[in-house]
DNA sequence: GCTTCTAGCTAAAGCGATTAGCTACAGCGT
DNA sequence: ACGCTGTAGCTAATCGCTTTAGCTAGAAGC
């Protein structure tokens, strides 16, 4: 038996790209194993289960969704500065359906969870695109929440196909974002609650 | 041994309850055959399996959202009536966050399925909360899809306890339903996109 | 070249979903 | 009241996936 050379970092690569592929619900050990030439049981050599799997392909996608959208932001502002955001976001999850999926539902145990510091990591990216609109200090972190809902929403919905009807989806998107930055916009004048 | 007078309808709220209580996750047809007295094969008298137990589910529950959103949002419009619904709809899935999630990723078969019914009556209602505003024809599927990733984002990210740091989520929508409002207000003015 | 560490293997246990086939309760007609 | 029939619920068994136990041999250091 040839060594294959696995270690955690590989078999967290290959789970989260066989998810992308396969959807989140089909990744089983089994695939995995299959994928990286190797038996069932080896995997576990490298993480500690299922579960432990999930976490990592989750600390993952939160680290590229990061990556992804705090580069789009780079040198924009304002409106410019949401649209790269909200499009790179939205790009990533359609692009990487699995391993977003793993995101969902999954809690740090701590804040040196490397899940944490990647969560951290994508929320400062859309802290970094409210510094554009003159958002009263106490309600950052709302507006903070309702971009994040309306991103996750939206891609979410997206993903999982549930828009079933007409009107086309792209400009469905670029509506939202123009509908949010008018919004924000509007919110910065008066207090808000 | 005597009979326990199971039918469909029976066991899909009692599996609807169970997910609403552990988790769509740990819902299992052993968990569910215990809870309604019953040894696991006899639930294929009812239901053929643990998808279409799921599809039952995810119709009860789109039903059920439907009518608390389209009670919700009686004799109210504007404002009123976008807070009351997504109000509604934010109480229901934090109240049911099982059977919610067991509405994400399914497909309606057909236009005859109840999933997709139930799913009509669901958006008819947010459609209403439009019509409260100025909207465009064109720009009206825009805008649902806005307010239905709006709500989805929120209450699903609230129920996997997505918003880890400080402020009070309460708040947040309350925060968020002014931004919707008026952000629904600015856009009915001019053509976007 | 020898020792040591460990990646990967085979074997096996265990749990959940599902199917096959039996049994006996309930509702019906007589 | 009595038997007939349909079917709810049962036991037994299969299958697939996860996970553990214990072995083996390749690679790295002396």
């Known amino acids: 038996m040839p060594r294959a050379g696995l270690d955690p970092a590989a078999v967290v690569a290959a789970g989260a790209a066989l998810a992308d592929e396969v ?25 500690s289960g299922q579960d432990d799997l999930n976490r990592r392909i989750a600390a993952l996608a939160l680290s590229e969704a990061a990556d992804a959208v705090g580069g789009a932001v780079q040198g924009y502002a304002g409106r410019e500065a949401l649209a790269a955001a909200a499009r790179a976001f939205r790009a990533f999850v359609l692009e990487h359906p699995g391993r977003y999926a793993a995101t969902i539902g999954v809690e740090p145990s701590g804040p040196d969870d490397p899940l944490a510091t990647a969560s951290r990591r994508l929320l400062a990216a859309f802290v970094a695109v409210l510094r554009g609109y003159e958002i009263a200090e ?7 929440r309702m971009l994040r809902s309306l991103c996750h929403g939206f891609a979410t919905l997206q993903a999982a196909d549930g828009f079933q009807w007409s009107a086309d989806i792209d400009q469905s998107f670029e509506w939202l974002i123009t509908f949010a930055d008018r919004g924000l916009r509007v919110m910065s004048g008066a207090g808000a609650v």
């Open 23 to 47: 959807g989140l619900a089909h990744l089983t050990m089994g695939s995995l194993a299959e994928r990286l030439g190797v038996r069932t049981p080896s995997l576990y050599k490298h993480v």
């Open 138 to 144: 106490p309600d950052v972190d709302h507006a903070l």
